[in-house]
Nanobody, 119 residues
Framework: QVQLVESGGGLVQPGGSLRLSCLIS????????RAWYRQAPGKQRELVADISSYNRTTYDTSVKGRFTISMDNAKSTVYLQMNSLEPEDTAVYYCKAVARVGRQFFSYWGQGTQVTVSS
């Protein structure tokens, strides 16, 4: 079993910053991809950013230049640094990992952390 636990969400004013963390633990051979998604009220869950095991990153156009995804393998943690936050960034943010268990790959999700951008 693989567990993902997010932290770092909260209330921030427009223009402010937050850093989300996602600790990945459990029994797996490797983690192939780590990603952050978000879901705003009444909207579908969308990909914000992801990072491969080779440190290749991709970003949604709405966050490019403002958000940075990174990982610390020694701490089994993936981060999302969010700067210049806008009210439109308000959502529940979810961490996702694609991990190899045995000979198969599975997707795992965290429970989500609320980010609210408001004055």
């Amino acid at each position: 079993q693989v567990q993902l636990v997010e932290s770092g969400g909260g209330l921030v004013q427009p223009g402010g910053s937050l850093r989300l963390s996602c600790l990945i633990s459990g029994s797996f051979s490797s983690v192939e991809t780590r990603a952050w998604y978000r879901q705003a009220p009444g909207k579908q869950r969308e990909l914000v950013a992801d990072i491969s095991s080779y440190n290749r990153t991709t970003y949604d156009t709405s966050v490019k230049g403002r958000f940075t995804i990174s990982m610390d393998n020694a701490k089994s943690t993936v981060y999302l640094q969010m700067n210049s936050l806008e009210p439109e960034d308000t959502a529940v943010y979810y961490c996702k990992a694609v991990a190899r268990v045995g000979r198969q790959f599975f997707s795992y999700w965290g429970q989500g952390t609320q980010v609210t951008v408001s004055s």
